[in-house]
């Protein structure tokens, strides 16, 4: 392709693209950006009135593909958890950058963010979609006239289901409301539906990165929506004590009187498309509470993996105590004094490829072993199916003053996320029997 120098000059009625200090036209598809775009761009530098820049020519477009946020299910009213991606693509399946692409609602009465995207050096465009109140299948449209010929082009047609979450719509799979009818053994549960966040002994909800929304959920229901910033460690947790704990500000969801030797607990994860980085370390953990100053006799650690296995979880055990159950520690996190066993990683990749962008059922279970004996277990099940095991562990020794009293669900990314992205959690079940997967 031959290499052009051109830049962009401003007006009122847009900026258009000049070559050698000549205006030039092309056929197909201009970039001609609004007035008010153009100064947006002005002020961040995007657009150097009068100064030319060298880059190349960019054939007129071909198409425009739906990349993501296209058959999404959400609360009548409620803004899609996903948001809408196009890419526009010559005729030679390049990407075509600096083109606007206009997004109107045309079924539904809902309404969009911005309205109007301008494609990326990857060719791609985003929105943000609000679902009217119109219960049922609404559409929205993404546009642009042709600056030539003023041809209208209808690019693509995006649909989405609005559902009424109060009247249970849109339940099929029994999984959104599943609280209202706890199986046997069920600990607590928390479907996010009603609002159960004093439930928790503590709640960090990392100036807001950490919040129940609605449409974020599974199914498009109420679910917890983790925001990572750009470098952002801590993005929030869920804190849930039961059982008998060693002091009052461990407040228990249950009566606080059981010593629980063997619990499962599952969450539902999802990641949000186009997510980066691995699994963000952290995602739960049980553990048993010692003393009031947060010593652990033993944790179950559920993470993700380092390195080639950052997609993984792991299933990272660890004894606070000595082998013949001496409390070791004293403070929570007391890694100086923890026996660190023996670590398994998963065998389902479920923070990288085709899985990012889907719910996965992530459920997992821990037992104390018996006094004088090596029989502890610990396992992580992903989407119904074995992922990791560890078998034989001498957990606790023969401590026995507390059981297991604590599952956090945690947002914690040791070294920051690589980007700004979302992570969302839903049906948080702790029990004393399987729970398993809808």
Not at 63 to 80: K, N, P, W, Y
Not at 202 to 226: H, K, L, P, Q, W
Not at 307 to 323: H, I, K, R
Request: proline letters at 3%; aromatic letters at 10%.
């Amino acid at each position: 392709m031959k290499a052009w120098t051109f830049g962009l000059m401003c007006s009122e009625s847009g900026f258009h693209e000049f070559s050698h200090g000549k205006q030039m036209m092309h056929t197909g598809l201009q970039r001609l950006v609004p007035f008010s775009l153009c100064a947006a761009l002005l002020a961040t530098g995007g657009c150097d009135e009068g100064t030319p820049t060298n880059n190349e020519l960019v054939p007129a477009a071909a198409r425009l593909d739906i990349v993501a946020g296209d058959h999404q299910t959400g609360a009548a009213g409620s803004e899609l958890p996903d948001p809408l991606a196009v890419r526009l693509l010559d005729a030679s399946n390049r990407a075509v950058r600096n083109q606007i692409v206009n997004f109107r609602v045309t079924a539904g009465g809902g309404s969009v963010f911005a309205g109007v995207g301008l494609t990326n050096d990857e060719g791609l465009a985003h929105e943000r979609w609000t679902l009217g109140s119109e219960l049922g299948v609404q559409t929205l449209e993404a546009r642009a006239v042709d600056s030539v010929t003023g041809e209208k082009l209808l690019l693509a047609t995006f649909e989405a289901t609005a559902v009424d979450l109060s009247s249970g719509q849109g339940r099929g799979s029994g999984i959104v409301n599943e609280c209202s009818n706890p199986a046997a053994g069920w600990i607590f549960c928390d479907d996010f539906e009603q609002n159960r966040l004093d439930s928790y002994f503590e709640y960090d909800d990392a100036g807001g990165a950490f919040a129940r929304i609605g449409s974020t959920g599974v199914e498009g229901s109420f679910g917890m929506r983790t925001q990572f910033g750009q470098g952002s460690v801590n993005a929030g947790s869920l804190k849930l004590a039961f059982g008998r704990t060693p002091d009052g500000y461990f407040r228990p969801a249950d009566a606080g009187t059981a010593n629980y030797r063997e619990i499962y607990w599952r969450v539902y994860v999802r990641n949000e498309p186009g997510w980066t980085g691995g699994g963000g370390d952290k995602l739960s953990r049980a553990t048993s509470f010692a003393t009031s100053n947060w010593a652990e006799a033993f944790i179950a650690h559920v993470w993700s993996g380092g390195g080639s296995d950052a997609n993984y979880l792991v299933a990272d055990p660890a004894s606070g105590t000595d082998a013949q159950g001496n409390l070791q520690t004293t403070v929570y996190n007391d890694f100086d004094n923890l026996r660190w066993l023996s670590a398994q990683r998963g065998v389902t990749p479920l923070f990288g490829g085709q899985r990012v962008g889907e719910w996965h059922c992530v459920e997992a279970r821990a037992r104390l072993n018996d006094a004088g004996q090596a029989n502890g277990l610990f396992e992580i099940w992903v989407d119904g199916e074995l992922d990791s095991r560890v078998l034989d562990l001498n957990w606790v020794g023969a401590y026995d003053s507390y059981g297991i009293n604590a599952v956090f669900i945690e947002n914690y990314w040791n070294d920051g996320s690589p980007r700004s992205q979302e992570r969302y959690l839903d049906n948080f079940v702790v029990s004393t029997q399987p729970i398993g997967c809808e």
